[in-house]
């Protein structure tokens, strides 16, 4: 399965969370250390739900870049 994952970088840290899957979240001091992280929270938020008996979602979101003209 492939999950859109939202990556957002902070003032002192980097953090992602992935929308089809609420509370499935990863904060790094890097950015290539928050993706790491991410993809073993996804790892353990699946095994979790598959444990509890409880439905996996299936990967739904998308994301797009929009551009503005500045006000």
Do not use: N
Request: glycine share 8%.
């Amino acid at each position: 399965m492939r999950y859109m994952v939202v990556i957002e970088r902070g003032q002192t840290s980097w953090g992602a969370h992935v929308p089809d899957l609420p509370g499935c979240i990863a904060v790094g001091e890097t950015r290539e250390e928050v993706v790491q992280l991410i993809r073993e929270a996804i790892d353990l938020h699946i095994e979790s739900l598959r444990e509890d008996g409880l439905p996996v979602p299936s990967p739904s979101s998308e994301s797009e870049f929009v551009e503005v003209s500045a006000a």
